[in-house]
């Protein structure tokens, strides 16, 4: 077993916690959006539009957006060391077994970086 293998798990729950939570706070955001969009002719203030909450989303989509970077680039260097020590390798059979692992990790860090081209829409 290649140990590598569990931080493939790790990473591919980092990225589905990721993914549900943009989703989820994108969702917020496009809401508050609508609201100012719809209320754009009038006195945003006067009308009771959350700036505050506006704010607060806009910062977490930040803070979500350097999570995600971070992720990804701790997978890729996971991939980076996992590869070095693949060099060492004499069994074609664990080989085998370390490219797989090598296949997972590099899907996840992909992954994750796909979640930060998400982020970075949102600040449209």
């Not at 957006?65 to 996992?82: D, I, N, T």
């Not at 693949?86 to 664990?94: A, I, L, Q, W």
Request: with cysteine; hydrophobic share 45%; proline share 2%.
């Amino acid at each position: 077993m290649d140990p590598f293998s569990l931080l493939a798990i790790v990473a591919e729950s980092m990225f589905l916690e990721t993914s549900v939570t943009i989703n989820k706070v994108l969702k917020v955001l496009s809401f508050m959006e609508h609201q100012v969009l719809l209320a754009a002719g009038g006195e945003l203030a006067e009308q009771g539009f959350d700036f505050v909450g506006l704010h607060n989303v806009s910062k977490h989509v930040i803070y979500l957006k350097e999570g995600s970077h971070a992720a990804a680039a701790l997978v890729k260097h996971l991939c980076e060391g996992h590869e070095r020590i693949m060099e060492r390798v004499s069994s074609p059979e664990r080989l085998e077994l370390m490219r797989s692992v090598q296949d997972l990790l590099l899907h996840k860090s992909t992954l994750l970086e796909g979640e930060g081209v998400q982020y970075r829409q949102s600040e449209r």
